[in-house]
């Protein structure tokens, strides 16, 4: 079927197909993050620099409030540490599916593009991770990330508000796209999932809780949900293998 | 601004590469334990689902259109329509919302 291509070939037009409405869910993120990084007192440069090297959103956009405020440097760091936390779980995950033959340099690779939403269509991946797959899906997407911080800080506010607003929840239609599929599937998936965004929801509105920053609150959320699911619902032998996220359907 | 952002930046990406690439390159052996097996398996829809709400509600101009975004695409996806149908179908909605709004 798909005899004139290389496998790593495939994986990566695969990489580049997830890839895409990534980057076009981060092209109205990074635009914004943009605007607001020039506001900060940073240049064209500088603000682009930022999203090449970080490629996170919550982590910039805290990063350029730190910076516009002058604060001291191991704030900066403190900061940076408790709300990209979370990507040390996937990472962690990550590890696990991958091939653990697999070079330090690839895994340094996959490493540098662990976002919640690379990791999202990572992780749900049928099989071994292959690192073409994610070659192609971190290169659409951070060129995205890159191309509309550049736009936005260059820009400005050239997109009719609107617009900016309906791109908004791009990210996250993807991140019910992505869950909402294998809770089909697993129904302890839905129950995790379920139990995740009654603690967020929370955790974000009750007092004393409030106060906690979004980035410590998702790693508390997450951790503390995962662990009741994995105590209620350990995985099995047979339920080990992550449900199939249907990607099979679009290349059908 | 002055050169100093510069060191701002360097502290930004060196800590946010480190969280990603230790796990990554440290872990080289399958877990065994099922604990934390079940755990890593529930991460990520955990962490997304958390992630999503409430925040979504607050994503956009005003509630309407951000809940009608978030029902949108919960019923795209429970139909198991791609990332970018579902993402896109949820802004086209917030769209329309907010126009009649």
């Known amino acids: 079927m798909r005899s004139n291509l290389s496998e790593a070939e495939e994986n990566f037009k695969d990489g580049v197909k997830d890839g895409i409405p990534i980057a076009l869910g981060y092209l109205a993120v990074s635009f914004a993050f943009g605007i607001q990084a020039v506001k900060a007192g940073l240049s064209v440069f500088q603000a682009t620099l930022i999203s090449l090297s970080n490629v996170t959103s919550a982590g910039q956009f805290a990063g350029i ?10 704030e900066m760091a403190g900061v940076q540490f408790v709300i990209n936390l979370r990507y040390m779980l996937m990472s962690a995950a990550l590890s696990q599916k991958i091939d653990p033959k697999l070079p330090t340099y690839k895994r340094l690779g996959i490493a540098f593009g662990v ?16 690192p073409a797959f994610s070659a192609g899906v971190i290169i659409t997407s ?20 609107r617009l900016i607003s309906a791109l908004g929840v791009a990210l996250y239609g993807m991140f ?6 294998p809770s089909k599937d697993d129904r302890n998936i839905a129950v995790a999932a379920l139990l995740a965004v009654i603690a967020s929801t929370v955790f974000t509105y009750a007092p004393v809780l409030k106060y906690i920053s979004s980035g410590t609150r ?35 | 601004m002055t050169d100093n952002t510069y060191i701002y930046i360097l502290i930004m990406a060196l800590v946010t590469f480190l969280i990603r690439a230790l796990p990554l390159t440290l872990i080289r052996q399958e877990i065994k334990s099922p604990f934390v097996k079940s755990f890593l398996y ?28 978030f029902v949108t695409a919960l019923v795209l996806a429970f139909f198991r329509r791609s990332l970018l149908t579902v993402a896109s179908g949820a802004c086209v909605m917030v769209f329309i919302i907010e126009l009649i709004l």
């Open chain 1, 65 to 74: 409030s730190v910076i516009a405020a002058a604060g001291a440097y191991l």
């Open chain 1, 115 to 130: 976002t919640d939403e690379i990791f999202g269509v990572s992780i749900t991946r049928p099989g071994v991770l292959a």
């Open chain 1, 142 to 161: 951070v060129l995205g990330w890159v191309l509309g911080t550049f736009l936005g800080a260059f820009s400005g506010e050239i997109l009719p508000v």
């Open chain 1, 176 to 181: 019910i796209a992505i869950v909402v599929p």
């Open chain 1, 218 to 252: 998702i790693i508390i959320v997450t951790v503390l949900v995962s662990v009741i699911a994995a105590i209620l619902f350990p995985t099995t032998e047979n339920t080990e293998e992550r449900p199939d996220n249907e990607k099979g359907l679009e290349h059908d």
């Open chain 2, 42 to 69: 529930y991460v990520p829809y955990v962490t997304l689902s958390a992630m999503t709400v409430p925040a979504i509600f607050t994503a956009t101009g005003n509630i309407y259109s951000a809940a009608g975004g």
